[in-house]
């Protein structure tokens, strides 16, 4: 079992960057892969990106590459997702997500969760 913590949101201007990151209890953080989705308010949750347990493998949805970049440091148990030329669609809780083989993009796929921290990005 592997408990997942958010930080890191805020408000940000249009153009802006921000970073969120999730630190992960136990000692086997390595052993998951891990992802992002976000959830806008009245939308359904969506995936953003996954990571691979080395970090060697990443995934990005559509909308979201070039400017996303996710990233993870197995030596402090955290997963970042960097996020670069953000616009107001980008605005929504973002979640951690994290799965022993692989973070799919199907939300109820996804046996892990973190509780959410809200990204806003002002026009």
């Known amino acids: 079992q592997v408990q997942l913590v958010e930080s890191g949101g805020g408000l940000v201007q249009a153009g802006g960057s921000l970073r969120v990151s999730c630190a992960a209890s136990?000692?086997?953080?390595?052993?998951?892969?891990m992802g992002w989705f976000r959830q806008a308010p009245g939308k359904e949750r969506e995936f953003v990106a996954a990571i691979s347990r080395s970090g060697g493998s990443t995934n990005y949805a559509n909308s979201v590459k070039g400017r996303f970049t996710i990233s993870r440091d197995n030596a402090k148990n955290t997963v970042y997702l960097q996020m670069n030329s953000l616009k107001p669609e980008d605005t929504a809780v973002y979640y951690c997500?994290?799965?022993?083989?692989?973070?799919?993009?199907?939300?109820?796929?996804?046996?892990?969760w973190g509780q959410g921290t809200q990204v806003t990005v002002s026009s």
């Open positions: 997500a994290a799965d022993r083989v692989w973070v799919t993009a199907t939300p109820s796929a996804v046996h892990y």
């Open positions: 136990g000692r086997t953080f390595s052993s998951y892969a």
